[in-house]
Nanobody, 122 residues
Framework: QVQLVESGGGLVQAGGSLRLSCAAS????????MGWFRQAPGKEREFVAT????????YYADSVKERFTISRDNAKNTVYLQMNSLKPEDTAVYYC???????????????WGQGTQVTVSS
């Protein structure tokens, strides 16, 4: 089992920045690919970003490229999502998740956090 706890969400004005953190415990963190997903009100959960075990490979949804950066610190068992130039359409609950392989689809991820709310005001 892997337990994931997100933090860092909040209310920010459009154009602002937030950094989300996801702390992992349980099995060896560095064995897992980590991803971020988000779910806006009335919409399905969607892929945001993912990072491989070493941090050397990352993938992003087109909607967040050039604005968001995923990173990880295996010594701290933590994955981050730096979000810059935030837009009102980025408003959602953000979830981190752990998987055994690089993937952009939900069903590839075995473990999920409880989510953290990000609200971007216009």
């Amino acid at each position: 089992q892997v337990q994931l706890v997100e933090s860092g969400g909040g209310l920010v004005q459009a154009g602002g920045s937030l950094r989300l953190s996801c702390a992992a415990s349980g099995r060896t963190f560095s064995n897992y690919v980590m991803g971020w997903f988000r779910q806006a009100p009335g919409k399905e959960r969607e892929f945001v970003a993912t990072i491989n075990w070493s941090g050397g490979r990352t993938y992003y949804a087109d909607s967040v490229k050039e604005r968001f950066t995923i990173s990880r610190d295996n010594a701290k068992n933590t994955v981050y999502l730096q979000m810059n130039s935030l837009k009102p359409e980025d408003t959602a609950v953000y979830y981190c998740a752990a998987a055994g392989r690089i993937a952009t689809i939900e069903k590839a991820y075995d473990y999920w956090g409880q989510g953290t709310q990000v609200t971007v005001s216009s």
